[in-house]
T-cell receptor
């Protein structure tokens, strides 16, 4: 059962544009929602994370929007740069559900110069 | 401290052979996690340790897989009688129970079973 669904699978954005990646979850026990960035041949690196008691969190060009009632959250990358080209994974974790991360399927982002 | 390290980075083996991977977590991180990532997919949880105790195991962890963390520091993941379906990236992550939720990942070990 895929508990975290991510879309789109791939995304092409022009330099300076906004990249938007969406995720939906099913398990209401989840209470921590991170986004990871992964470059080829590397392990995932934490980008930004949110807890369900806030609806939005911004760090630099990266913003998470969270909708608890809809069980959805999204990543917005403002002023997208070619260096942002990577695979992005949303994830979810429940402190009372084992502390393991459940990942979405990933979005391959390409930012064209 | 240079982060989570994993060894080897790449491993090619023949079907039926045993392989062992090592993970060294960030110093003083008492939690250590193993994940598996197949091509084009997100990582999937395998197991995790708090200190030397293995607290959780996924149903993905068949009886051919065994993980240890004998002294609560580094961990090993062994796969016995490898199958072609075991080909994947094996990722290790760590965090400290009292320092937040962020799991820091290592570079992974890429396994290819021929």
């Amino acid at each position: 059962q895929q508990q975290v669904k991510q879309s789109p699978q791939s995304l092409i954005v022009q330099k300076g544009g906004i990249s938007i990646i969406n995720c939906a979850y099913e398990n209401t026990a989840f209470d921590y929602f991170p986004w990871y960035q992964q470059f080829p041949g590397k392990g995932p690196a934490l980008l930004i994370a949110i807890r369900p008691d806030v609806s939005e969190k911004k760090e630099g060009r990266f913003t998470i929007s969270f909708n608890k009632s809809a069980k959805q959250f999204s990543l917005h990358i403002m002023d997208s740069q070619p260096g942002d080209s990577a695979t992005y994974f949303c994830a979810a974790l429940g402190y009372n559900a084992g502390n393991m991360l459940t990942f979405g399927g990933g979005t391959r982002l390409m930012v064209k110069p | 401290d240079t982060g989570v390290s994993q060894d080897p980075r790449h491993k090619i083996t023949k079907r039926g052979q045993n392989v062992t991977f090592r993970c060294d977590p960030i110093s003083e991180h008492n939690r250590l996690y193993w994940y598996r990532q197949t091509l084009g997919q997100g990582p999937e949880f395998l197991t995790y340790f708090q200190n030397e105790a293995q607290l959780e195991k996924s149903r993905l962890l068949s009886d051919r897989f065994s993980a240890e963390r004998p002294k609560g520091s580094f961990s090993t993941l062994e796969i016995q009688r490898t199958e072609q379906g075991d080909s994947a990236m094996y990722l290790c992550a760590s965090n400290a129970r009292d320092r937040g939720e962020t799991q820091y990942f290592g570079p992974g070990t890429r396994l290819l079973v021929l």
